[in-house]
């Protein structure tokens, strides 16, 4: 009896791995840019961090870039989702590409700016501006550059200090 139980437990796991396997066949190359990224990502925090004379937690390091890759094989996979429903009705894969779009642009700009900020540039990348015809790096405001608004009572009374 124990031995038809580990048969068909056996048979149900391989099925439901060829399933999966099958589902994420296609997308080994999204899912490696993603690993791609988020491990560039780490090394260019690491260096940042260190220029800017943080501590590095390893072990904190490492779990925010686990949870980043996991972060990525669920948008890999919502990505994929959409475009088996909204691309066969659509017949192009508008909404899974304008995912990927934006979810990989957002760590791209994370990547270049811990990279510019590890070379000690004053400027900022933003990948979205690539759509339109602004400048795609920005002068970085200082944090002692701030203006501070001045204190207000209830009434709108500015406060003397």
Do not use: Q
């Amino acid at each position: 009896m124990e031995e038809t139980t580990n048969n068909v437990f056996s048979s149900m796991m391989a099925s439901i791995g060829a399933t999966i396997a099958g589902f994420y066949a296609h997308l080994a190359p999204w899912l490696l840019l993603g690993m791609v990224l988020v491990l560039t990502d780490l090394r260019y925090g690491i260096l940042a961090a260190k220029t800017r004379g943080e501590t590095i937690r390893t072990s904190r390091a490492m779990r925010r870039t686990i949870n980043k890759m996991v972060d990525y094989l669920c948008w890999v996979t919502v990505a994929e989702v959409c475009s088996r429903t909204f691309g066969v009705t659509i017949g192009v894969p508008v909404v899974s590409l304008a995912v990927l779009f934006i979810i990989y642009g957002i760590e791209l700009s994370s990547c270049v700016n811990n990279y510019l900020e590890y070379k000690g540039t004053k400027k900022r990348f933003n990948f979205f501006k690539l759509i339109g015809k602004e400048e795609l790096l920005e002068d970085k405001p200082d944090r002692s550059e701030r203006v501070e608004e001045p204190e207000t009572e209830e009434g709108g009374e500015v406060i003397e200090t």
